[in-house]
């Protein structure tokens, strides 16, 4: 990954709730996740895991309870950090191509010098010599790869990936995995919401289940990581 | 200066994937020339009924061609999350809407524009002598259209029978912009065409006010 120009943040959550109208998608979600730390989200489909990646993201506001940004030293940041978030729909234009969509959020981002900023991140995910191509030519893997990009531009403090994998081939999957070990190790904080355990939730130094939008289970407080994940599986 | 900096890259965005998909705008320009030749074909009018029904009918072309335009206008950011993409990079959502809102304005004015030469043709109106004016009026007049159809457009994008609720909320919203757009129009298309300032100060009017509330409360449009 690129040299770290971020500030270290951890995240806390406290007494989330998010209600569509009568139904609970998160219920007393109360969590802390530390500068650094890379955290798995495990759980069936409708477990909560996408909303609460969503709003720890500010995409989506909780019904109730707050979240807050910490520092290094665990102090609570008034500015929200950088975010890069990814998601299973890769939130790049089908109609630019991989170096216009990067350019146009390394713009809207205020980044000094866009063209090389694009210019590093499509030399780091591979598709230098596909920058001119539209989006909507590629394949699955390679939108996935420019939805990193896109999601790396602002040197991100905290980066949230919900279900990165979803529709990768194997070999996609396995790079996927190599750039989340080098995000873990340049010292970001991760959270990702997996559907299975596979070598990308094996990176992970926490990992926490989800049920019908509340936490039953966290590697913190003792629960087995492989029991988590393999739940989750079931 | 972030907005504006951040409305000009956004709405470059809009034109490019316009200009590249040529979706909206084919799909209106034929719309609207169908409608406008088969009337013409219909009624077969004289000079005189040009003048007095011409106005309504290309305001009325005009609506459908903007509800057909706006719909996909928030839709279109649905498909990939690009709209969430763009609430993560930009401070102040209203830049989102100022670009939707220039953009389809500009491929209203486009499309209307197209049209005039079409309309003076087939209904024997002539419409060179007040060309400038005439230009004026469809552009407050599509501004209206926009202004209003770009925030119902982003409020109907996240509702279930979204394609039945834009026109629903859009067709009574509009109907002040249609009738001094009209007006305004019917009086450059008479002999002695004259600009009715009465009326662009009424469109005036009601661009800015749903302006200024797309302003204040355009970030709570977007929220999930």
């Given at each position: 990954?690129?040299?770290?120009?971020?500030?270290?943040?951890?995240?806390?959550?406290?007494?989330?709730?998010?209600?569509?109208?009568?139904?609970?998608?998160?219920?007393?979600?109360?969590?802390?996740?530390?500068?650094?730390?890379?955290?798995?989200?495990?759980?069936?489909?409708?477990?909560?895991?996408?909303?609460?990646?969503?709003?720890?993201?500010?995409?989506?506001?909780?019904s109730?309870?707050?979240?807050?940004?910490?520092?290094?030293?665990?102090?609570?940041?008034?500015?929200?950090?950088?975010?890069?978030?990814?998601?299973?729909?890769?939130?790049?234009?089908?109609?630019?191509?991989?170096?216009?969509?990067?350019l146009?959020?390394?713009?809207?981002?205020?980044?000094?010098?866009?063209?090389?900023?694009?210019?590093?991140?499509?030399?780091?995910?591979?598709?230098?010599?596909?920058?001119?191509?539209?989006?909507?030519t590629?394949?699955?893997?390679?939108?996935?790869?420019?939805?990193?990009?896109?999601?790396?531009?602002?040197e991100?403090?905290?980066?949230?990936?919900?279900?990165?994998?979803?529709?990768?081939?194997?070999?996609?999957?396995?790079?996927?995995?190599?750039?989340?070990?080098?995000?873990?190790?340049s010292?970001?904080?991760?959270?990702?919401?997996?559907?299975?355990?596979?070598?990308?939730?094996?990176?992970?130094?926490?990992?926490?289940?989800?049920?019908?939008?509340?936490?039953?289970?966290?590697?913190?407080?003792?629960?087995?990581?492989?029991?988590?994940?393999a739940f989750?599986?079931? | 200066?972030?907005?504006?900096?951040?409305?000009?890259?956004?709405?470059?965005?809009?034109?490019?994937?316009?200009?590249?998909?040529?979706?909206?705008?084919?799909?209106?320009?034929?719309?609207?020339?169908?409608?406008?030749?088969?009337?013409?074909?219909?009624?077969?009018?004289?000079?005189?009924?040009?003048?007095?029904?011409?106005?309504?009918?290309?305001?009325?072309?005009?609506?459908?061609?903007?509800?057909?335009?706006?719909?996909?206008?928030?839709?279109?950011?649905?498909?990939?999350?690009?709209?969430?993409?763009?609430?993560?990079?930009?401070?102040?959502?209203?830049?989102?809407?100022?670009?939707?809102?220039?953009?389809?304005?500009?491929?209203?004015?486009?499309?209307?524009?197209?049209?005039?030469?079409?309309?003076?043709?087939?209904?024997?109106?002539?419409?060179?002598?007040?060309?400038?004016?005439?230009?004026?009026?469809?552009?407050m007049?599509?501004?209206?259209?926009?202004v209003?159809?770009?925030?119902?457009?982003?409020?109907?994008?996240?509702?279930?029978?979204?394609?039945?609720?834009?026109?629903?909320?859009?067709?009574?919203?509009?109907?002040?912009?249609l009738?001094?757009?009209?007006?305004?129009?019917?009086?450059?298309?008479?002999?002695?065409?004259?600009?009715?300032?009465?009326?662009?100060g009424?469109?005036?009017?009601?661009?800015?006010?749903?302006?200024?509330?797309?302003?204040?409360?355009?970030?709570?449009?977007?929220?999930?």
């Amino acid at each position: 990954m690129t040299t770290a120009s971020f500030t270290p943040t951890g995240i806390r959550l406290e007494n989330l709730d998010k209600r569509y109208g009568g139904l609970y998608a998160l219920r007393r979600v109360s969590l802390e996740m530390s500068a650094g730390e890379c955290v798995v989200f495990a759980g069936r489909n409708g477990s909560g895991k996408t909303t609460l990646l969503r709003i720890a993201a500010r995409l989506a506001r909780p019904s109730s309870g707050a979240v807050s940004f910490l520092s290094g030293s665990g102090e609570k940041n008034e500015a929200p950090p950088p975010t890069g978030f990814v998601a299973h729909a890769t939130m790049v234009y089908d109609e630019l191509t991989a170096e216009e969509n990067l350019l146009l959020f390394a713009r809207l981002q205020g980044i000094a010098e866009p063209a090389a900023r694009a210019d590093m991140l499509l030399r780091e995910v591979g598709l230098e010599e596909r920058r001119n191509s539209l989006v909507r030519t590629f394949s699955r893997g390679m939108r996935q790869r420019v939805a990193i990009a896109r999601a790396l531009l602002n040197e991100p403090a905290v980066v949230l990936l919900d279900e990165p994998t979803t529709g990768l081939d194997p070999q996609g999957a396995s790079w996927f995995a190599q750039t989340l070990r080098r995000l873990r190790d340049s010292g970001r904080t991760v959270l990702m919401s997996l559907h299975s355990e596979s070598e990308v939730s094996t990176l992970a130094t926490r990992a926490i289940r989800l049920d019908a939008g509340a936490v039953v289970a966290d590697t913190r407080t003792g629960a087995n990581f492989r029991s988590i994940l393999a739940f989750a599986n079931a | 200066m972030a907005l504006l900096s951040n409305t000009a890259v956004l709405l470059g965005k809009e034109l490019r994937t316009e200009f590249r998909s040529r979706e909206l705008l084919t799909t209106t320009v034929v719309f609207i020339l169908t409608i406008v030749v088969l009337f013409s074909f219909t009624f077969d009018p004289s000079v005189s009924d040009s003048r007095r029904f011409g106005p309504g009918l290309l305001w009325l072309a005009f609506l459908f061609a903007a509800s057909l335009m706006l719909q996909p206008c928030f839709l279109r950011e649905q498909n990939n999350d690009t709209l969430s993409a763009l609430r993560l990079s930009i401070g102040d959502p209203f830049a989102i809407f100022l670009a939707k809102l220039a953009a389809n304005t500009l491929f209203l004015l486009f499309t209307q524009v197209l049209l005039l030469p079409v309309f003076s043709i087939l209904y024997n109106v002539p419409v060179l002598a007040a060309f400038p004016q005439l230009v004026l009026v469809m552009f407050m007049g599509s501004l209206g259209l926009s202004v209003t159809g770009t925030a119902l457009s982003a409020i109907s994008a996240q509702a279930r029978m979204r394609e039945l609720l834009l026109p629903l909320l859009l067709l009574p919203l509009l109907t002040p912009v249609l009738i001094a757009s009209t007006e305004a129009t019917a009086a450059l298309l008479v002999p002695n065409p004259a600009v009715r300032w009465d009326w662009l100060g009424f469109l005036l009017a009601f661009d800015v006010v749903f302006l200024t509330a797309l302003w204040l409360f355009g970030e709570y449009l977007l929220e999930e």
